[in-house]
């Protein structure tokens, strides 16, 4: 089933971009990606797990939470 997960992680530079780009063009069920510098916003589009979507982008070291999710939901690395 095809779905959208949005992220908020935190991405101070464009090789924090680079890296998560890598893991999500890896990541099987993936369709498309959407890596917004700027608003520091992660979208993924696909046949995908938003859990394994979370976990994947965390292990680039980069704090990684649901958009619009409590503290308490945060994925640390």
Request: some cysteine.
């Amino acid at each position: 089933m095809s779905q959208t997960v949005v992220l908020k992680v935190a991405m101070p530079c464009e090789g924090c971009v680079g890296a998560v780009k890598r893991v999500l063009g890896k990541m099987q069920g993936v369709e498309s990606f959407d890596v917004d510098l700027k608003e520091q916003k992660v979208t993924v589009k696909g046949n995908v797990e938003p859990e394994a979507v979370l976990q994947t982008v965390s292990k680039t070291g980069k704090k990684t939470s649901f958009w619009g999710a409590d503290e308490a939901e945060t994925a640390k690395p």
